[in-house]
């Protein structure tokens, strides 16, 4: 079995004559928790829909399991999503459907299980996410965290074993943001799954993930263990992690000098 | 001279890019009818799917159509004895309810009305599936949003359109009994009698054959612009008035285009 079991090589992709991406190259060992970090709008979330095929690749490969995705067929694409499980931005949960019927929709769909054993697997799913009590809520009845939290049961539902998360702790507030960071880890362990954040939230990310990669202008900028990452002097990386305003990520949008601006007329 | 002639192409460009712009929406629609033709064997195969869908399209629709129909019946009762009644023919007014009724109003309404209430409603939700990424979800989690979301709520539609016309007709001709023969005091025999020697029974069955056209054409067009409408609410919003606009005319010309050939045959 392959040490990695996510290999993203030299990969480009663009659209509408832009390049997002310009020959990426990553690793994503067995049982570790990878984070994708950068700027909004770096291609972060696009790199998760391209290792799910939701998008082909302008060059390059994108292999899971030793398969290359791209190449797949529908049915090839579906097989490997199995063994995958994904946490949207905000959830991305069934609105028509309640927080039991969420979790078990995978299992409905695409197991022959029959519905006791499904029953005490949802339960189980919820219960790993505390919150087996609110089985019978709907979605618009749930706060964020929790719709996240819901998700996350979803997510892992049939044992993923790559675990695939964008944002996840994306406007929650500090209390949900802890119970999700440690979800994630927890979860990890347990299902002995791989998980792949996409984040922008330093102190988080850097709190669980095993290795991080920095993505800026559609190249890897940085990468190393979050240990490495905060000692290093990489403008970019130093920037980045301490949050400083001005720095080879500039402040201001490109615009033509403010004083001449302010004077024109008409 | 230049200017006009700069103003000229630019026009034509815009025609151009406008017509091509629709013939690729027309494409992605047909491609969208056939893939979802292709994916309904789950649908069929776990009928409860259909049944669901029926319920917030067929049942919920009942109201604005039943209550239309009985306006719409009354409203030919009248206009129809006024008419009638000057050739000496008022006892014809079953006749005529009926007939209008089920070869034309019965299914041309009742797809007016199922695009407003029932084809908004099916874009808005898949529109809004799509915006909050719910249909992606389902994507990754290696379901098809088409055979799961779309095939069912097609067929729904196309189950229930048949029925929506048939109860229209048979309530609008209940409007129109109780104006003729309860208001009026047209005779209540000759109402019914008259109605069934002129009222055949290929008009039922081109009656049923229109609305289940109008069936096929409102839903793919609901589903088609929920599904390909920007994840936005502004995009949202704009596919459902598109919704309307383009099932309209799309049952207004297929009504057209049917009625010449069943007047043919």
């Known amino acids: 079995m392959a040490d990695n079991i996510v290999e993203i090589d030299n990969l480009s992709f663009g659209y509408k004559g832009r390049l997002l991406h310009k020959g990426i190259n990553m690793v994503f060992p067995r049982g570790k928790v990878v984070a994708i970090m950068g700027g909004s709008g770096s291609g972060k979330t696009t790199l998760l829909r391209l290792i799910g095929g939701q998008i082909r690749p302008t060059k390059g490969e994108v292999r899971v399991s030793g398969e290359v995705v791209h190449k797949q067929d529908r049915n090839g694409i579906f097989k490997l999503r199995r063994q995958m499980g994904m946490l949207f931005q905000h959830g991305a949960l069934f609105t028509d459907l309640s927080v039991f019927d969420n979790v078990a929709f995978p299992m409905r769909e695409l197991t ?50 790559i675990i695939m998360y964008d944002e996840p702790f994306a406007g929650l507030d500090p209390i949900s943001m802890g119970v999700i960071c440690g979800l994630i880890r927890s ?14 939230d330093v102190k988080e990310t850097f709190q669980i993930a ?24 990489l403008p970019f990386v130093h920037q980045f992690v301490h949050g400083e305003k001005d720095g080879p990520v500039p402040f201001h949008y490109a615009a033509p000098d403010y004083q001449q601006e302010l004077m024109q007329r008409g | 001279m230049a200017n006009i002639f700069a103003k000229l192409v630019r026009g034509l460009r815009m025609t151009g890019h406008r017509v091509v712009e629709q013939l690729w929406r027309l494409g992605a629609g047909a491609r969208l009818f056939f893939l979802t033709i292709s ?58 309810v009926a007939l209008a009724l089920v070869r034309e109003l019965g299914p041309v309404v009742t797809a007016l009305l199922f695009a407003g209430r029932a084809g908004t409603a099916i874009t808005a939700e898949i529109g809004l599936m799509k915006a909050t990424e719910q249909l992606s979800a389902m994507e990754m989690m290696a379901v098809n949003p088409i055979s799961r979301v779309i095939a069912p709520r097609f067929w729904a539609g196309v189950f229930s359109m048949p029925i929506l016309a048939c109860l229209f007709s048979m309530v609008g001709i ?63 919003s704009h596919a459902t008035t598109r919704t309307v606009v383009t099932s309209s005319l799309a049952v207004l010309g297929l009504d057209f285009i049917l009625t010449s050939f069943m007047l043919i045959t």
């Not at chain 1, 996350?152 to 074993?161: E, M, T, V, Y």
């Not at chain 1, 979860?187 to 922008?200: E, F």
């Not at chain 2, 003729?180 to 069934?196: K, L, T």
């Not at chain 2, 054959?209 to 088609?224: N, R, Y």
């Open chain 2, 174 to 236: 209940l409007g129109g009994h109780l104006v003729a023969v309860a208001q009026i005091g047209v005779d209540v025999g000759a109402f019914w009698s008259q109605m069934q020697a002129n009222v055949d029974f290929t008009d039922i069955v081109n009656m049923l054959i229109k609305s289940l056209v109008f069936g096929v054409a409102c839903t793919i067009i609901a589903l088609f612009e929920g599904y390909d409408s920007p994840p936005t609410a502004e995009g949202v």
């Open chain 1, 112 to 161: 022959d299980l029959p519905e006791s054993m499904i029953r005490d697997l949802v339960l189980m799913k919820l219960n790993a996410v505390g919150l087996r009590g609110a089985h019978t809520l709907m979605p618009p009845e749930l706060s964020g965290g929790m719709a996240r939290r819901v998700a996350l049961a979803r997510a892992i539902a049939l044992d993923p074993s």
């Open chain 1, 187 to 200: 979860l990890n362990d347990a299902l002995g799954a791989t998980s792949i954040i996409v984040s922008h």
């Open chain 2, 39 to 96: 994916y309904s064997g789950e649908s069929f195969r776990r009928p409860r799917l259909i049944v669901r869908e029926m319920y917030f399209t067929g049942v919920m629709s009942l109201i604005i159509i039943l209550v239309s129909a009985f306006f719409v019946g009354m409203v030919l009762a009248l206009q129809g004895y006024n008419t009638l009644q000057k050739y000496g023919s008022s006892e014809s007014i079953g006749v005529l």
């Open chain 1, 210 to 233: 095993d290795y991080v990669y920095f993505v800026a202008n559609g190249e890897v900028a940085a990468e190393g263990t979050p240990h490495d990452l905060m000692r290093s002097t």
